[in-house]
């Protein structure tokens, strides 16, 4: 995967220097992975895609035929979606909804709220007695569950089963399903549970995690239609190649639709949906030495591919050779075999990979940097210092115009 896909690769090659950097996204390729994962699944599982992981329109369209639904965490976020794909459904969930939020997405007849703290249920439910008159609104707590011992092990980012500003601790959310089963707030309606505990979670994490918010809102002892398990599927920076296992995560889930009939189980996922599809092309402006090391500069950086400074990792890549070279100066490369790929801010934290092996990098050159479909550009301080915004270009082998 690190590989750019043939369409990209093209794209990649035949862009001019001055239409970089690009983000470049396969459509195609986003649309046969969804496919893929959708099989995967089984009867009964529900996918909601997580639109904070890339909200592009072209993005939230095409994965259109292969989700249920989107999730947004933000009023900006409903607004964007609403409008992106017209007329799907929606889960509002994230800590702090304004009223303001709130009242526009019972305006817009949002389907779903996950309901993030008790004052939130009281003002949901003043607030749907004013402005969704005669109609009940669908709520899910959502809970922060303690998961079984070492199952969040690998997790890079947890928000459940310790001490988070995310969801209800258990009594708080058990309460809240009660009032809400005994009918406290008449204009609402207790659909299920919701539990997102953490991200960069294997398929038998993924698993336990399941497990464990399904047996929690089962032994409730009230009716539920739903129970949404989050999102969080990792994505192996270092290891592109390898996928979460969904042909696993699926069989699990199938033995937990099978043991409660009549229950659907929703996930969802955000990052392991669209990180593969997208790359971050550039091309390499200088190479120089420093200290015994070698340093290769790059257009671009990460103030619009800010991944590799939050996750702390190198962004997988590859390098596309480039032999014209159209300056009358000297073409600078690299003499040894490895070199840090940085961008064009003045700080230090501007790398976007470390010690990559790329014997004679030139300036010139190209670099595709892959996995940067998700939480990739939405993510990136755009402005500092104030270089030019990358191009996009949205590969799409269904129409012949892009
Ligand atoms: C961020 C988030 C997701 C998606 O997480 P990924 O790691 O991108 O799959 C799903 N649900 C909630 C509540 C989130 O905050």
Not at 301 to 318: F, M, V
Not at 332 to 342: K, Q
Not at 386 to 391: A, C, D, K, S, T
Request: aromatic share 8%.
């Amino acid at each position: 995967m690190t590989g750019a896909t043939p369409a990209v690769h093209d794209r990649a090659r035949s862009l001019p220097s001055t239409g970089l950097p690009s983000y470049v996204y396969d459509l195609t390729a986003l649309r046969a992975h969804a496919a893929a994962v959708r099989d995967a699944l089984p009867e009964g599982v529900e996918v909601y895609y997580a639109a904070k992981a890339n909200p592009e329109p072209e993005i939230l369209a095409a994965l259109g035929p292969y989700v249920d639904g989107y999730e947004v965490s933000s009023g900006g976020e409903l607004a964007h979606v609403a409008d992106a794909v017209p007329g799907r459904p929606l889960a509002f969930g994230g800590p702090g909804k304004t009223p303001d939020e709130v009242t526009a997405a019972l305006e817009r007849g949002v389907e779903r709220f996950h309901v993030e703290s008790a004052y939130e249920l009281r003002v949901l439910a003043e607030l749907a007695r004013r402005y969704a008159p005669g109609r009940r609104v669908a709520v899910l707590p959502r809970v922060n569950l303690p998961v079984p011992d070492g199952s969040l092990a690998g997790s890079s980012l947890t928000m459940g089963g310790r001490p988070t500003p995310f969801g209800m601790d258990p009594a708080q959310a058990r309460e809240a399903v009660r009032a809400l089963a005994d009918g406290t707030y008449p204009h609402l309606e207790l659909r299920g549970v919701h539990a997102h505990l953490a991200s960069g979670l294997e398929a038998a994490e993924q698993l336990a995690v399941a497990e464990t918010v399904v047996s929690w809102a089962t032994g409730l002892g009230v009716p539920l239609a739903e129970v949404n398990v989050g999102g969080g599927m990792t994505v192996d920076y270092t290891r592109p190649e390898r996928l979460f296992d969904w042909a696993a995560y699926g069989k699990g889930l199938a033995r937990l639709t099978e043991a409660h009939p009549g229950l659907t189980l929703r996930m969802e996922p955000g990052r392991a949906l669209t990180a593969y599809c997208g790359w971050y092309v550039t091309e390499v402006l200088d190479v120089k030495h420093s200290h015994g090391e070698e340093f290769a500069v790059v257009r671009g950086g990460t103030h619009h591919l800010r991944t590799p400074a939050t996750k702390g990792h190198d962004q997988p890549c590859s390098v596309l050779a480039v032999d014209a070279w159209p300056h009358p100066w000297p073409r600078p490369a690299a003499e040894g075999e490895r070199i840090t790929v940085a961008g064009q801010l003045c700080t230090p934290k501007d790398v976007l990979a470390r010690n990559l092996r790329a014997p004679g990098l030139r300036a010139g050159d190209r670099v595709a940097f892959a996995l940067a479909g998700a939480y990739a550009w939405n993510i990136s301080h755009h402005d500092f210092l104030m270089h030019p915004r990358p191009g996009f270009h949205f590969l799409d082998a269904e129409d012949e115009n892009v």
